[in-house]
């Protein structure tokens, strides 16, 4: 089991930065690729962003690519997501989730484990 709790939502406004944290508990945190999730109203729940277990390997959506950066640090067992120049549709639930993956890989469906989510709603 992984417990996994996220920090650092809130509410701002366009175009200013904000910094998502999780932190993990449980079992080895380097056994698990980590992705950042957000679900919006009405709209589905995607993968925004997704770290390899050695943190070697991300994975980011078109929509922020350029804007938001995962990092993961093993021995303090926590991931970040760090957003820039957010965007009034960035506003969501953001969910910090843990998936048994390969060494190397950067999934974005399958996650075992999920944090309860953060909100970050940004003001336009």
């Known amino acids: 089991q992984v417990q996994l709790l996220e920090s650092g939502g809130g509410l701002v406004q366009a175009g200013v930065s904000l910094r998502l944290s999780c932190a993990a508990s449980?079992?080895?945190?380097?056994?698990?690729?980590m992705g950042w999730f957000r679900q919006a109203p009405g709209k589905e729940r995607e993968c925004v962003a997704a770290?390899?277990?050695?943190?070697?390997?991300?994975y980011y959506v078109d929509s922020v690519k350029g804007r938001f950066t995962i990092s993961r640090d093993n021995a303090k067992k926590t991931v970040n997501l760090q957003m820039n120049s957010l965007k009034p549709e960035d506003t969501a639930v953001y969910y910090c989730?843990?998936?048994?993956?390969?060494?190397?890989?950067?999934?974005?469906?399958?996650?075992?484990?999920w944090g309860q989510g953060t909100q970050v709603t940004v003001s336009s």
């Open positions: 989730a843990a998936a048994t993956a390969k060494y190397g890989l950067t999934p974005t469906s399958g996650y075992d484990y």
């Open positions: 449980g079992r080895t945190f380097s056994n698990y690729a």
């Open positions: 770290i390899s277990r050695s943190g070697g390997s991300t």
